[in-house]
T-cell receptor, first 116, second 113 residues
Framework: EPEVTQTPSHQVTQMGQEVILRCVPI?????FYWYRQILGQKVEFLVS????????KSEIFDDQFSVERPDGSNFTLKIRSTKLEDSAMYFC??????????????FGPGTRLLVL | AQSVTQLDSHVSVSEGTPVLLRCNYS??????LFWYVQHPNKGLQLLLK??????LVKGINGFEAEFKKSETSFHLTKPSAHMSDAAEYFC???????????FGTGTRLQVFP
């Protein structure tokens, strides 16, 4: 069964450093998403991406964040200068679209980011 | 705005007994509703979804949920809990005119032998 994969599974970084989280969505999906879950809190939407551009972003997704689909398979989330409060589990998701309706979003296993 | 409220942060049941995880939603339109499960150190797995077809939705692993518009509820049930059901369960609603998902706070299900 196709699945979304994410690398790395865990990342530890120093405050102020740049990190890139990588995702490989399901191959025939066209819509890509990032969510995050701070420990003990809700899963929160960050950004959605379609046709090589951001379709929607949340208030959390400020100028420190960027997304890219550098090739036909990878989808990345970059945090330019990490802050302590960026420590969270980051989930990538992808979905198809059929008949004007969003199809189910399928999630990857997540990358746990710890900023020291 | 759309939102979901999961009424219990923790639920404990004995193996073989029924499971009920409660969820109420708020939406100004006919929503799509989902239940996702997260096992320890694993990703979010879709259990089932409601998209305005049958109000009783069957999912994987014997779970089902019933959409009740009059009660704005979408409770998750299973007739007989198994030890492997121990996990965090999230009730999720799709936001109006967007493709983002809005998550509830989660319910941690414990299953005792």
């Amino acid at each position: 069964e196709p699945e979304v994969t994410q690398t790395p599974s865990h990342q530890v970084t120093q405050m102020g450093q740049e990190v890139i989280l990588r995702c490989v969505p399901i191959s025939n999906h066209l819509y890509f998403y990032w969510y995050r879950q701070i420990l003990g809190q809700k899963v929160e939407f960050l950004v959605s991406f379609y046709n090589n551009e951001i379709s929607e972003k949340s208030e959390i997704f400020d100028d420190q964040f960027s997304v890219e689909r550098p090739d036909g398979s990878n989808f990345t989330l970059k945090i330019r200068s990490t802050k302590l409060e960026d420590s969270a589990m980051y989930f990538c998701a992808s979905s198809g679209w059929s008949g004007g309706l969003q199809e189910t979003q399928y999630f990857g296993p997540g990358t746990r980011l710890l900023v020291l | 705005a759309q939102s979901v409220t999961q009424l219990d942060s923790h639920v404990s049941v004995s193996e073989g007994t029924p499971v009920l995880l409660r969820c109420n939603y708020s939406s100004s339109y006919s929503p799509s509703l989902f239940w996702y499960v997260q096992h320890p150190n694993k990703g979010l797995q879709l259990l089932l979804k409601y998209t305005s077809a049958a109000t009783l939705v069957k999912g994987i692993n014997g779970f089902e949920a019933e959409f009740k518009k009059s009660e704005t509820s979408f409770h998750l049930t299973k007739p007989s809990a198994h030890m492997s059901d121990a996990a965090e369960y999230f009730c999720v609603v799709s936001a109006a005119n967007t493709d983002k998902l809005i998550f509830g706070t989660g319910t941690r299900l414990q299953v005792f032998p």
